[in-house]
């Protein structure tokens, strides 16, 4: 099925890019547009007022209109970060329009779910970034280029979290509900939109309270058809790398530890064998191996391609795209793997629109992706390395067999190079295709139409399926290198076997728009209705998920001074009982342009001020997971009896956040911009387990029926603060940063008082969602250890769980009953969701060079570390360098540092969320640095380019953080982790 669309996709772009010599001949109209400089100014739009006419700037500045209008028609040329001028055609055979600069952004697009609108014009909470932004980071990723560039947007949530339950916001590609960007080509969007207030949000009811992310791809234009070729070879290298520790200091360690433990008898690891392997005279009998030099490739290469067509005329206009990806990958092979694991992945996009007559217009937008990866069956790889001490022999015995030790019995290099392999290939296609009738006739300003949209992901999986034989080394034969085999499993030849998934979803919609304008007054009014199924198993039998929305947007505009927007949504779902399936959503949000008021009007600082406010109502009804139907009793079946397992709430319903946004943009003597806002997002009918009926009358909580009793508050500030000038026609600067702030508090979560004798006795009631708990170390003594047995007695604490042996953390007993256990866990810095954000990016151009830096930091976010790369008693000893100078009772009398506590196999009473492993995740990040320069139009114009660009990028460059290892990044959890990448492009665009 997927040969067939990519295809019909191939045979659609050869078809429209032969029409980039097939357009009608005859200009009736040429022109160009300029800076004040005389510079051309690529992608600016040039429209009537009623849009019936609409082109697109070429790469010098030129276009072309090849429809005839009539004299006294106004013209519109636009282009983001520059005034909206209006000119008068008057029969002219061409002109030349010069655009100034505006750092407010007063005519920037910003585009809403009901169209797209001037920022002047929008009260809701709504920013858009173009392409031209987004395309200065040079990565294949959507998620990569957002980052840092929009305020309040930060890990996948939009001003924080409101909610205990689903967080995430709904996506949009070209209005069409996806589950995620990532399978969207960043070389073909137009735009992305970040939907933050219920003004913005509240024509998706129920869907819309976590926010929205919208995308919108390229679309073709009426002129001058261009060819774009974007090519580039990209590196990426670890930022840092876990600190192997060399086999003598590993086994020194572990038998430091060994000691701690209590054990009597003697270690594995005698003094002589230490010294031999800290000496290195026989590798062979005592090793050294460095698992995750030889198995991760500190190198990770990928070549992008892409080509894309766009232009078209009155009758025809397209976009057509095409895409090539490979990556490889990170694990190093011995060559076995019949194939060489890594990605290649497949791009094309048709965007489509006809003119079928003065009146019915229609367009098809066809995408897709096929996603090859061929990868090791094993999906824990980097979990195993350390699995492995350096004193290991291996990776193979003399005659080839596979080494592991008894407690690991899958080695690395097994699980990339003996246990299987997968080849995975995901398809994405979509289809959106849809009709647009012009009603003028019956009523000027009246149309209607309809759209049908498809989306699937067909996935499919090849399995290499095979085992192997495990030998283990007799370390009781000192002098000769001695295996045993482990288990049962025998080397396999590979055998096959086959699997798929697979996901659709479906939408169809229909709506009628009036658009009007009575002397001052302008009109602008869209009622839709629409029906969305998904169905996330695409298997038949399975129930899909199935949403039915009308909407209502109305907008009106008196001048350009005062706009009014009021929009609801009255949506459903069959999640909830016939009784309470619908809900009505509606809000408001109004834009004052103080600035087109007479006494501001030709003002000389304030040459842009608007106040704006909304306020409404949004809902969330991801509030159970895959669990569905939740206002039915939950039945199971077991041999002959039939059992109740979770009893069902008919009242059931879905969150709603009420939600107020005020703020104003300002702009000041054309050269600094300053916008500023703040939210107040109350949520309530949060849906939340019953843990306030005690278990004692026999019914679990968990067997309870849900609540909607759950309620959070949260709030916050943005800022963003810009500024650009052009000094003379060589030389500009331009700088925006932003400022964003995020809390919130539960208010009531049905949360049992856990009584007197806790310290807190709430855990989640009062504090901020996701809020960290953790053991306070008691630092009286001047190091938080208990440094002798003497010492532990005379505090007279119990510790519950582990006995705290010296060199053991001293917690304090904050209920001061003389035991340590959760009763005295205390709430520890924030969540793992930052409350604050903050951006920053340059851009400068100098001649023919282009300089852009992006700035990207968060603060008041934290976790603890645990497992893999802290706790040291992960898989029976694992250590890293905070682990060499460990307490022990000689360097505490000695006064040495001290870096971590008593090391041991087994865990310790140490090893639990507390002061020490609590790690403050702020940083301050420089995500990426490009220049690239224009090569000159003389040697361009030898290979037929109208513009060419080379480009050198660098992502990732440097971390300022609060990190206590030196071993991660502060993205990475632990050494279990892929490492974090920093990535260095060549590149070069031609424009044809």
Do not use: C
Request: glycine share 10%.
């Amino acid at each position: 099925m997927s040969s067939n669309i990519v295809s019909i996709l191939l045979i659609i772009f050869m078809l429209s890019a032969g029409h980039i010599n097939a357009q009608t001949d005859g200009a009736y109209l040429e022109g160009t547009v300029k800076d004040v400089f005389g510079h051309g100014l690529p992608g600016a739009t040039v429209k009537t007022k009623n849009n019936a006419i609409n082109t697109v700037s070429g790469v010098d500045g030129a276009f072309t209109i090849k429809e005839a209008f009539p004299e006294e028609e106004e013209l519109y040329v636009s282009l983001d970060g520059y005034r909206t001028k209006v000119v008068t055609f008057e029969g002219q055979d061409s002109f030349s329009v010069i655009l100034e600069t505006d750092v407010s952004g007063r005519d920037n697009t910003v585009s809403l779910l009901t169209g797209d609108r001037t920022m002047s014009s929008v009260g809701a909470s709504a920013v858009t970034i173009s392409q031209d932004v987004l395309s200065r980071t040079k990565t294949s990723t959507l998620g990569s280029a957002l980052l840092g560039r929009f305020p309040g947007y930060t890990s996948g949530y939009i001003r924080g979290i409101s909610t205990t339950n689903g967080k995430a916001p709904i996506i949009l590609v070209d209005g069409m509900v996806t589950n995620s960007y990532n399978h969207i080509n960043l070389n073909d969007v137009e735009s992305v939109t970040i939907l933050k207030d219920a003004a913005a949000t509240s024509l998706y009811g129920l869907q819309g309270g976590n926010g929205i992310i919208s995308v919108k791809t390229k679309k073709g234009y009426d002129g001058e058809s261009t060819i774009t070729v974007n090519t580039n070879y990209t590196m990426q290298t670890p930022i840092t790398t876990p600190t192997v520790l060399n086999s003598g200091q590993y086994t020194r360690l572990y038998n430091e530890a060994w000691v701690n433990d209590g054990n009597t008898d003697p270690s594995i690891y005698t003094e002589e064998d230490i010294r031999n392997y800290e000496s290195g005279e026989n590798r062979e009998l005592y090793p050294n191996n460095n698992w995750y030099d030889m198995f991760i490739n500190s190198l990770v290469e990928t070549q992008d391609i892409n080509i894309s067509g766009r232009g078209g005329s009155e009758v025809f206009k397209y976009y057509v795209g095409m895409g090539y990806l490979h990556q490889n990958s990170p694990y190093i092979t011995d060559g076995t793997v019949p194939e060489k694991y890594g990605t290649n992945r497949f791009d094309i996009r048709s965007n489509l629109d006809i003119k079928i007559n003065d009146y019915i217009s229609g367009y098809m937008n066809i995408s897709g992706r096929i996603n090859r990866t061929m990868n090791p069956q094993a999906n824990n790889i980097y979990s195993t390395i350390f699995n492995l001490g350096p004193t290991v022999y291996g990776p193979l015995t003399p005659e080839g067999n596979v080494v592991v030790t008894e407690t690991e019995g899958n080695s690395t290099y097994a699980k990339i190079n003996r246990a299987g392999y997968v080849k995975t290939t995901g398809v994405h296609i979509s289809s959106i295709s849809g009709l647009n009738f012009d009603l003028n006739k019956l009523l000027p300003g009246l149309s209607t139409g309809g759209e049908i949209k498809y989306y699937t992901v067909p996935t499919s999986y090849i399995y290499g399926n095979t085992d192997y034989e495990r030998w283990i080394r007799d370390m009781t034969i000192k002098d000769d290198l001695v295996f045993m085999r482990f288990g049962n499993a025998r080397n396999e030849p590979v055998t096959f076997t086959k699997s798929t998934s697979s996901s659709y979803r479906t939408e169809y919609q229909g709506h009628l728009k009036y658009k009007n304008t009575f002397g001052n007054h302008n009109i602008n009014a869209t009622a839709l209705i629409q029906k969305q199924y998904y169905n996330s198993q695409a298997a038949e039998g399975v129930q899909p998920f199935i949403k039915m929305t009308y909407g209502f947007n109305a907008n009106y505009a008196y001048k350009n001074l005062l706009f009014t927007d009021f929009v609801s949504g009255y949506q459903g779902s069959e999640q909830f009982s016939a009784d309470n399936r619908y809900g009505f959503f509606p809000s408001a949000s109004t834009a004052l342009v103080l600035s087109n008021f007479d006494f501001l009007k030709d003002d000389k600082a304030v040459t842009f001020l608007k106040l704006r406010g909304s306020y409404g109502l949004v809902g969330n009804d991801n509030i159970a997971g895959n669990n569905r139907f939740l206002y039915k009793d939950n039945l199971t079946t077991g041999g002959n009896n039939i059992g109740e397992d979770q009893l069902g709430n008919p009242n059931i319903t879905w969150e709603t956040s009420r939600i107020a946004n005020i703020g104003f943009d300002i702009g000041l003597w054309d050269q600094l911009s300053l916008s500023f806002e703040y939210f107040d997002d109350r949520r309530t009918d949060i849906l939340v387990s019953n843990n306030i009926i005690p278990a004692m009358l026999g019914v679990s909580s968990s067997s309870l029926p849900l609540m909607n009793d759950g309620e959070v508050h949260s709030y916050g500030y943005e800022a963003q603060l810009g500024y650009k000038k052009d000094f003379n026609k060589d030389f500009s600067l331009g700088v925006n940063g932003y400022f964003a702030f995020n809390d919130n508090k539960v208010e009531n979560i049905a949360e049992l008082n856990l009584g007197d004798d806790y310290a807190y006795p709430y855990r989640t009631t009062g504090y901020r969602v996701g809020q960290k708990w953790g053991y306070l170390i008691d630092y009286s003594n001047g190091n938080g250890y208990f440094n002798s047995a003497d010492e532990i007695t005379a505090s007279g604490l119990a510790y519950e769980g582990a006995s705290p042996r010296p060199g053991d953390f001293i917690y304090q007993d904050l209920n001061n009953d003389g035991v340590i256990n959760v009763q005295d866990i205390a709430p520890m810095g924030y969540s793992s969701i930052p409350r604050i954000s903050y951006g920053t990016e340059l851009s400068m151009k100098w001649n023919r060079f282009d300089v852009s830096a992006l700035f990207f930091g968060v603060a008041q976010v934290s976790t603890f570390n645990s497992g893999a790369g802290f706790y040291e008693s992960f898989n029976n000893g694992t250590f890293f360098t905070q682990h060499l100078n460990a307490w022990t009772a000689d360097r505490y009398a000695n006064g040495e540092e001290i870096t971590a506590p008593a090391l041991s196999l087994n865990g310790s009473a140490s090893h639990k969320a507390n002061d020490y492993y609590f790690q403050d995740k702020s940083y301050l990040q420089l995500r990426e640095v490009t220049v690239s320069y224009t090569i000159p139009a003389d040697v361009s114009n030898k290979i037929w380019s109208k513009e060419a660009q080379v480009y050198f990028s660098g992502r990732n460059l440097f971390n300022i953080d609060n990190m206590k290892s030196d071993d991660l990044t502060v993205f990475m959890n632990s050494t279990n982790s892929a490492p974090t990448r920093r990535a260095f492009v060549l590149g070069l665009n031609l424009t044809f």
